[in-house]
């Protein structure tokens, strides 16, 4: 029973439901949830905010506002995204993996 990778970029609905579930509880259930993972402040020194630092990550279901795809911001991605790529914290994910890669390959073609 090998587990398979779950990317969150072909969720079942069920997996997007849970997903949106786990959003909408109330915060303290949301940072106990399974999962969450915690944030790494300290590699977040890059965030100049006034407002308060994340401190744990859950997964983001969202809509992709090309394709109209749902697909799920793994919470382990924002993870790598907001402390290893020091993305900034206002980002969100609107556009799917494919819509994404498309537009990718369309700059690097210029
Ligand atoms: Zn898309």
Redesign the pocket.
């Not at 090309?66 to 795809?69: A, E, N």
């Given at each position: 029973m090998g587990k398979k990778l779950n990317t969150g970029r072909n969720p079942s609905t069920k997996e997007f439901l849970e997903a949106e579930r786990v959003l909408s509880l109330h915060p303290l259930q949301r940072k106990t949830h399974p999962s969450a993972i915690p944030a790494d402040v300290a590699k977040l020194d890059h965030i100049n905010t006034y407002g308060s630092l994340p401190e744990y990550y859950v997964d983001q279901p969202f809509t992709?506002r090309?394709?109209?795809?749902h697909e799920i911001w793994k919470a382990k991605d924002q993870k790598w995204y907001y402390e290893e790529a020091k993305g900034h914290i206002d980002a969100i994910a609107i556009?799917?993996h494919?819509?994404r890669s498309r537009k990718k390959d369309r700059h690097n073609s210029i």
């Open positions: 992709c090309q394709c109209g795809k556009e799917c494919a819509c």
